[in-house]
């Protein structure tokens, strides 16, 4: 079992404004990092992946198929596969996401 120290991992930038660091990856889980700047956008996407998370720091605006919240840290999703979602940050955020099964092409 690997053990691994965050700084260990370079973030990628994937969007403007948006990193992530895959911490961990699994045959049947991934755990990854993502920091947005604020006004960061993820759009509006989908991915045939279950995706559970929670907001570490900042403040967010997710979007899960028709539901939008603001987030605040401690506040929590659970977005089914292929359910259309997005994020904006309204201030730099760090959020933490887990993933089943691992997406590919975030393996580092």
Known sequence: MPLIERHEVEPIE????????TMTAGDKMMLVEVHMDEGAVVP??????????YLASGRCR????????????????LIPGDVPHEATALEASVFVDIFSPPREEYRV
């Open 14 to 21: 994937m969007l403007p404004g948006v990193f992530r660091r």
């Open 44 to 53: 509006m996407h989908t991915h045939p992946h279950e995706q559970t998370g």
């Open 62 to 77: 997710l979007q899960i198929g028709d539901d939008v919240r603001e987030l605040e840290p401690g506040g929590c999703w």
